[in-house]
Nanobody
């Protein structure tokens, strides 16, 4: 069994920072791209940031300059450092990963989601 487990969400004031983590575990042979998505109430899920196993990144325009995605390939973990948070960043954040299992199955995994609330 392979899974993603997220941590790091919570309540923060506008202008504050949070760091999300997402660790993959199980029978994983390799992981290609990893990313973070978010979904606010009444809105569609949107890409926040993504990173390849080589370290190439891309960001949604709304978070450029404020959020940084990174990964530790040795730990099969992806991070999202969020600075200068705004109320409009409030959402449930999900990580995803394109994985190849030891059984040579390609799986796109999703985390369970972690709530981020930006409010004074």
């Amino acid at each position: 069994q392979v899974q993603l487990v997220e941590s790091g969400g919570g309540l923060v004031q506008p202008g504050g920072s949070l760091r999300l983590s997402c660790a993959a575990s199980g029978s994983i042979f390799s992981i290609n791209a990893m990313g973070w998505y978010r979904q606010a109430p009444g809105k569609q899920r949107e890409l926040v940031a993504a990173i390849t196993n080589g370290g190439s990144t891309n960001y949604a325009d709304s978070v450029k300059g404020r959020f940084t995605i990174s990964r530790d390939n040795a730990k099969n973990t992806v991070y999202l450092q969020m600075n200068s948070l705004k109320p409009e960043d409030t959402a449930v954040y999900y990580c995803d990963a394109d994985t190849l299992t030891t059984g040579l199955h390609l799986l796109r995994l999703w985390g369970q989601g972690t709530q981020v609330t930006v409010s004074s």
